[in-house]
Nanobody, 121 residues
């Protein structure tokens, strides 16, 4: 399977963006799709994840209440709705897939190319 991320851009603080990640190929019911982000000079960090089978969602504390992850199985697509964006949300956002559930990027074996999100103050 391959992942294609899109939807990034430049937005002012307080604004919103919606990212999309579409999987080409089979996404199995055991799989989890997640968003990670990496800012310049910083380590990659977990943002949000959703299970394909039962729609279980998980978020990093830094985005809870502002970001919402969702999926449309028929489209093989995961969305990340980002509201109330802050300058510290600026990063390259990457979608990733793994079998089973987990939030450690090291356990994800399929990655998309990333999409840049820039939030101006």
């Amino acid at each position: 399977v391959q992942l294609q991320a899109s939807g990034g851009g430049l937005v002012q603080a307080g604004g919103s963006l919606r990212l999309s990640c579409t999987a080409s190929g089979i996404v199995y019911s055991r799989d989890t799709l997640a968003w990670f982000r990496q800012a310049p000079g910083k380590e990659r960090e977990f943002v949000a994840a959703i299970t394909w089978r039962d729609n279980k969602k998980s978020y990093a504390d830094s985005v809870k209440g502002r970001f919402t992850i969702s999926r449309v199985n028929a489209e093989n697509t995961v969305y990340l709705q980002m509201n109330s964006l802050k300058p510290e949300d600026t990063a390259v956002y990457l979608c990733a897939l793994r079998p089973g559930l987990g939030y450690d990027g090291e356990d994800y074996d399929t990655w998309g190319q990333g999409t840049q999100v820039t939030v101006s103050s």
